[in-house]
């Protein structure tokens, strides 16, 4: 089976099993990091430490796993029922906001 025909057959299932979206690709360093760095340089990331304590596994797949010769990623929309229409001076949170009750 070729590197290809796996990432297909991967793919395949991930849809078959439910996913929305099934993406594969490379570990490398991702063209845009310094982007990512003024981002988090500028203070973007407002509450979201994990994203600057995390830097290093962004920029190089082997920080996480030592050897990773691929990733698969997968994506479910999570969006099960239409939001309400807005009144004025109400305003939306994204839904893993909401809590548990």
């Given amino acids: 089976m070729t590197t290809s025909d ?3 057959a991967l ?6 099993l439910g996913f929305d979206l099934a993406g594969a690709t490379h570990p490398s360093l991702p063209p845009n ?3 990512f760095e003024q981002w988090l340089a500028d203070g973007l990331a407002g509450p979201l430490h994990y994203m600057a304590d995390r830097r290093d596994a ?3 797949p082997n920080q ?3 050897g990773v010769h691929g990733i698969l990623m997968l ?3 999570y969006r099960s029922v239409e939001p309400r229409a807005m009144q004025a ?3 939306r ?3 893993d906001a909401w809590g548990e009750g």
Avoid: H, P, Y
């Avoid at 793919?11 to 078959?16: A, G, H, Q, V």
């Fill in 75 to 77: 994506a479910m929309n």
């Fill in 89 to 91: 001076g109400q305003g």
């Fill in 33 to 35: 990091l310094n982007i």
């Fill in 58 to 60: 962004f920029a190089d």
């Fill in 93 to 95: 949170g994204w839904r």
């Fill in 64 to 66: 996480v796993l030592d």
């Fill in 11 to 16: 793919k395949e299932e991930s849809l078959r």
């Fill in 6 to 8: 796996l990432t297909a």
